[in-house]
């Protein structure tokens, strides 16, 4: 199913890592500089999150075809292939002189990162084999993923201040180049040999377009009321598109989702419940820059090395977790890291209109950094462990899709909530839209957290948890 060459894993690894790194640090580091990008370009506050939902979206939507591409036309060819939309469009999004160009260059961006993503972790799966080394090599990609995010803070903070808001794309030019000649000489090739040749165009189209819908409906509702005629026909349009997928994956011969795919109990709980913690983490970076920019005063750079506690914190607890998962079971860490961010969000929903970074900001920071790292590993080897190796395009897709989307739509549902309590422009204001938003964030981590208890029986992660004992998983090594 793999061609093996003589490349070193670890090297293959390092490349697929510094890829999926400028993926992951893209759905951040927009956000520093927000503030910029809405007064050079004239952004309303509702049209403002597009910025970074028309990246989750198209990122979210096209990651299950991305993945099954990658099984078929193979991991290496889509790998490479999603490098270049992605690069190429980082580009455009720099040279954008609208809103309406940066909105449409970042979906496009999206798409890239929706066909490296899960072709990246494919490519993991199928070069390292189950147990001890593969074990390792998740470790490292899981804290990637997780550190990438908070470094997009920084990054994108100092870019704005230093040079304008555009560098934080043209920094992914270079990366990107360099990755796609460094791949393409010495990543392997592999795919699935025996996988009958087709593609589910109609399904993709029919569930991105059914979730875009959907989120579109959330956002407008906030200016045209939810019982508004506008309102309703998105929901029902949304809803429509969403039930066609689900039909055309009955009947397709070779369907985006193969459905049976979520009796694998531990698949479907690890999904449900990332899908759920993404839907309140994204309210942190996105209300948390606003809060400390436009309410603090802080400038770009500033506000990026604010959250350098979060990163700290993050690898801290992920480290922790990968040590305690051995010994008292991967739910019960996950329980413990969900538990700790809610707490976080809760601590952020008192934030008053005159506070301090210290006193306001750093101890909800702390105490969800330390909750976040908690979740991240257990629930990574949840999704991606005991399964065939014709089903890690189609299972990494599922993962990824479900923080994606996941995102997308708590960013979406959280903003609309806060635009509603929000009346006028005062810092008073916005920080009490800002509440409700925390809020709401711990609600659905808190949902996250009953769902995995209620689904997820020991059983279910008995195979997972012998293999992370013989593994020995240490994130970051």
């Known amino acids: ?36 990008i809405q007064k050079d370009l004239g952004l309303s506050e509702a049209n403002l999150q597009w910025i970074i939902n028309a990246y989750t979206l198209v990122f979210g939507g096209f990651l299950l075809l991305g993945g099954r591409a990658g099984d078929l036309l193979g991991r290496k060819r889509l790998f490479l292939i999603g490098l270049v939309i992605f690069t190429s469009a980082s580009l455009l999004n720099g040279l954008s002189s609208s809103s309406g160009q940066l909105i449409g260059f970042r979906a496009l961006q999206g798409l890239g990162a929706a066909l490296v993503s899960p072709a990246a972790l494919s490519i993991i799966s199928t070069t390292f084999a189950e147990g001890k080394e593969r074990a390792k090599a998740l470790g490292v990609w899981a804290a990637i993923a997780i550190g990438g995010s908070a470094f997009g803070l920084v990054l994108g903070g100092w870019l704005t201040q230093s040079f304008s808001w555009p560098w934080i794309f043209f920094v992914n030019v270079p990366v990107g180049v360099f990755a796609f000649f460094a791949a393409l000489r010495l990543v392997p090739e592999s795919k699935d040999e025996h996988a009958h040749k087709g593609y589910d165009l109609g399904g993709a189209v029919t569930v991105t377009g059914g979730l875009m819908t959907l989120v579109y409906a959330i956002v407008k509702a906030e200016t045209k009321g939810w019982g508004s005629t506008t309102t309703i026909g998105l929901f029902v349009l949304a809803v429509a598109l969403l039930g066609a997928f689900v039909l055309l994956e009955l009947r397709s011969a070779s369907p985006l989702v193969r459905l049976s795919i979520f009796r694998v109990r531990s698949l479907l709980t690890a999904n449900l419940t990332m899908f759920l913690v993404m839907s309140g983490m994204f309210a942190m970076f996105f209300f948390n820059t606003l809060y400390v920019q436009r309410v603090l005063g802080y400038h770009p750079l500033k506000a990026g090395i604010a959250f350098l506690p979060f990163t700290a914190g993050i690898m801290l607890s992920a480290g922790l977790a990968s040590t305690l998962a051995p ?100 810092h008073a204001q916005l920080v009490h839209g800002f509440h409700y938003a925390f809020a709401g964030a711990a609600c659905l981590v808190l949902v996250a957290l009953v769902v995995m208890l209620s689904l997820l029986r020991k059983r279910d992660v008995a195979r997972i948890e012998s293999e992370v004992r013989d593994g020995a998983i240490a994130v970051g090594a």
């Open 327 to 426: 010994r008292i079971g991967v739910r019960p860490v996950a329980a413990v890291g969900m538990l700790l961010t809610a707490i976080g969000m809760l601590l952020f929903a008192r934030m008053p209109v005159h506070g301090s970074y210290a006193t306001d900001i750093l101890p909800g920071m702390i105490v969800a950094s330390l909750g976040m790292g908690a979740v991240f590993m257990p629930l990574t080897l949840v999704a991606t462990t005991g399964l065939r190796d014709e089903d890690q395009g189609l299972a990494s897709g599922l993962f990824n899709t479900s923080q994606q989307i996941g995102g997308a739509l708590g960013l979406a549902i959280l903003t609309t909530l806060a635009a509603s309590q929000t009346h006028g422009g005062s």
């Open 1 to 36: 199913m793999s061609q093996r060459t003589s490349t070193n894993p670890w090297v293959v690894l390092v490349l697929i890592c510094i890829a999926q790194f400028m993926v992951v640090l893209d759905a951040t580091i927009v956000n520093v500089a927000l503030p910029s």
